[in-house]
């Protein structure tokens, strides 16, 4: 059952790092114009994207100052999301070594 929880919990985070990095290549795409964001099939897929990931990188990027047009806030969140797996699986591993695992 523990084993359950943490490698779902890991899993989860790891799909949300996907997430980030497909919202950002998106984003890239369509500011140089490579995919059309009035394709409505386009929109719907950037806004979930956008949606998805807005509320973990705005506190970043009010915390962040301006570098102009870089954007380096998903860099710090696929960062801190790596380092809550790292958390994760020490504790998942302290919990094994214990005995508290069933």
């Known amino acids: 059952m523990v084993n359950a929880i943490f490698w779902l919990a890991g899993e989860l985070l790891q799909l949300y790092i996907y997430a ?3 919202a950002v290549v998106m984003s890239m795409l369509m500011s140089f114009g490579v995919i059309n964001s ?3 099939i386009v929109y719907q897929i950037g806004d979930f994207l956008d949606r998805l990931t807005a509320p973990a990188l705005n506190p970043i990027r009010r915390r962040l100052p301006n570098f102009g047009s870089i954007d380096i806030s998903p860099v710090i969140l696929i960062l ?7 958390v994760l699986a020490d504790i998942y591993g302290r919990i094994v070594m214990s005995g508290l695992a069933f």
């Open 20 to 22: 980030v990095i497909a």
């Open 80 to 86: 801190l999301l790596e380092a809550l797996q790292l």
């Open 38 to 40: 009035r394709n409505p």
